[in-house]
């Protein structure tokens, strides 16, 4: 079992009309001028950015607002809401969507303390800030986890190069969950939250420390959970009590809990962003495209986590006479639970086409940084690894 620091500062407030407390939680940690961070139009639509702006003015709050975040957020805008939080002297982020505007917010809030250019910080160029404005969340996506984490990833356009930074500092300080905000969801949206936060957990849980058997038991709960909400939400989008449990469990599955005492492994989330910054495609869609080639390639470097996964997560008899059979049929049982939400499992269903060699090549360069660096703990992937699961997934 490794040593563990657990950090978990945010404070999370739940439930219906949470969001009408806005006002008094941003005072509570110090902000007095706020932007107001947001993405399309739905934050329009619903009333909601409209309803928390008033409950800011009705409370004594000013702020500004800059909208446009889309999914794989982009560097452009973030450096545009640094600029503007400089000129209107703002104090505070707050962000009202899901995971790619928090970390839209997290990236201005850094940028702003920041004296040079923020995207070095992200390149890992520069030392580690000393301080950030703080952020915080009117969660409407589960999925990212953002909310109370202590990353955030952002795209830069030049190269469309995906990297995600990661810092304790960044954790929000507070966390308005309202399930009924979620109840306008597509289908397909929902579908990739849920892949998205159950890969976060999966993501800690196939490691080689197999001691911490209260975490591993944990981490099964949150799967086995998220598994059975989201075909309830997919039938019913209003089911409150299961919108709920999918709400609560995208930020379970990312502030850290599932991961205490294990090595964390990652490798299918470097991957994956390779996909999103050659493709722009949705982050759960393409997590669920990767995640079974990565899982064939290593999962003979700890088989019996495997075989667990496919038995207390999937439902599968165990053929303790066979447990590669056992740990295959686990991933071909994910397979299929992938599809029956709408999810894809090879990349050609994810973008609609045969990936070239070429392409394949070049993500494995970026995922490499040109061949110097590697991702993944249960096996640790160099360039030609990351080559080979790009072509299983093709």
Not at 33 to 58: I, M, P, Q
Not at 196 to 221: N, Q, V
Not at 317 to 338: K, Q, V
Not at 376 to 393: N, P, S, T
Request: aromatic share 8%; with cysteine.
């Amino acid at each position: 079992m490794k040593d563990f620091n657990y950090y978990a500062p945010t404070e999370v407030v739940f439930g219906k009309d949470s969001e009408e407390q806005v006002a008094a939680l941003v005072k509570k940690y110090g902000g007095t001028k706020v932007l107001v961070h947001y993405g399309g139009k739905s934050a329009e639509r619903s009333g909601l950015l409209d309803k928390v702006c008033r409950l800011l003015a009705d409370g004594g709050v000013a702020h500004v607002k800059l909208g446009g975040v889309v999914p794989n957020p982009r560097l452009s805008l973030a450096k545009k809401g640094i600029e503007l939080c400089r000129k209107e002297g703002v104090d505070f982020i707050l962000a009202i969507g899901g995971g790619s505007v928090i970390d839209s917010a997290k990236c201005i809030a850094y940028g702003v303390c920041m004296d040079g250019d923020v995207w070095d910080l992200y390149l890992g160029k520069v030392e580690a800030p000393d301080t950030m404005l703080p952020v915080a969340s009117v969660l409407t996506i589960p999925a990212a986890g953002s909310e109370m984490s202590e990353a955030s990833v952002i795209t830069n356009e030049d190269g469309l190069v995906k990297i995600g930074y990661s810092n304790n500092m960044s954790r929000p300080k507070f966390a308005i969950m309202n399930p009924e905000r979620t109840f306008t969801l597509p289908p397909y949206q929902t579908a990739a939250g849920v892949t998205d936060m159950m890969m976060h957990t999966m993501e800690r849980y196939f490691t080689k420390d197999d001691d911490m058997d209260l975490t591993t038991d944990l981490a099964e709960a949150v799967l086995r959970r998220m598994k059975t909400a989201v075909f309830q939400v997919l039938k019913n989008p209003e089911d409150y009590r299961n919108r709920a449990q999918i709400m609560w469990g995208g930020s379970v599955a990312h502030w850290g809990l599932t991961g205490c005492g294990a090595s964390d492994d990652w490798a299918t989330h470097q991957l994956e962003h390779e996909l999103s910054g050659m493709f722009d495609v949705t982050h759960g869609a393409g997590l669920a495209a990767i995640w079974p080639s990565w899982a064939r390639h290593v999962m003979h470097q700890n088989l019996s986590r495997f075989v667990r996964f496919a038995v207390n997560v999937m439902d599968v008899p165990n053929d303790f006479t066979a447990p590669e059979a056992t740990a295959l049929s686990g991933i071909e049982a994910m397979e299929r639970f992938y599809h029956a939400i709408g999810m894809p499992i090879n990349i050609k269903e994810l973008i609609g086409r045969d990936i070239t060699d070429e392409e394949i090549k070049e993500m494995a360069r970026k995922c490499s940084r040109d061949h110097t660096a590697t991702c993944g703990c249960l096996k640790v992937l160099k360039a030609e690894d990351m080559e080979e699961i790009y072509r299983m997934a093709r």
